[in-house]
């Protein structure tokens, strides 16, 4: 990844809040020299060390690379939007994009079948824990459990973490606020969300 120092977030537990603030990742591994993709939820299991679980379907090709112990690279993808230089001190600039990314790197490791049930419960947990009466997989008696089979459950232990955060730190702090100015008036969602991350990290020093 093309990485300017400026834009570089090495704070761990901010990369880890994104991780786990959005779980839909794309994993990447290489078979034979080209990149095999698959886009997956992705759950943050352990802190420390850093593990990463997720699963994939047996006919998926990245099944094969992670029971083979393939290195994968997994990319979550964070708030991001469209900023015009119509909110820059001078408009006689061009547009950019703002954005926050997180790559983790590690070696795959499949889970055992009781190891793989169990991720399948954390995964629902995890996304039915807004809701007063969860679904979880004992209402669906046998049925998850007899799926296990069907699917490669697997982890990851996080060699290398990755944060780019580009905030328009390359700019002035006057273009800066006119950013964060424009972002607190708007109702798009996109624009909030950097909005924060931009007010969090605070002006170009």
Excluded at 73 to 89: D, E
Excluded at 161 to 177: M, P, V, Y
Aim: contains cysteine.
């Amino acid at each position: 990844m093309y990485l300017p120092r400026l834009f570089e977030n090495t704070e761990r537990g901010q990369l880890v809040e994104l991780m786990r603030a959005h779980p839909f990742a794309t994993v990447l591994a290489l078979a034979d020299g080209a990149p095999e993709i698959s886009h997956l939820p992705v759950l943050v299991a352990h802190d420390a060390p850093l593990v990463l679980q997720a699963h994939v379907a047996r006919a998926n090709p990245l099944a094969k690379l992670v029971s083979d112990g393939a290195q994968l690279t997994v990319i979550f993808h964070g708030p991001h939007c469209y900023v015009s230089p119509r909110h820059y001190v001078n408009a006689d600039n061009v547009p950019t994009w703002n954005y926050a990314v997180v790559h983790a790197s590690g070696r795959a490791r499949v889970l055992a079948p009781d190891a793989a049930f169990t991720h399948l419960k954390d995964l629902a947990a995890r996304f039915e824990s807004n809701v007063a009466q969860p679904w979880t997989p004992d209402a669906a008696g046998n049925l998850p459990r007899e799926l296990v089979p069907a699917l490669v459950a697997f982890e990851i232990e996080v060699e290398q973490l990755t944060g780019k955060f580009k905030l328009s730190q390359n700019r002035s702090r006057e273009d800066w606020q006119g950013v964060v100015d424009a972002f607190e008036q708007s109702s798009n969602a996109d624009e909030r969300a950097v909005l924060a991350l931009m007010k969090r990290q605070g002006p170009p020093r």
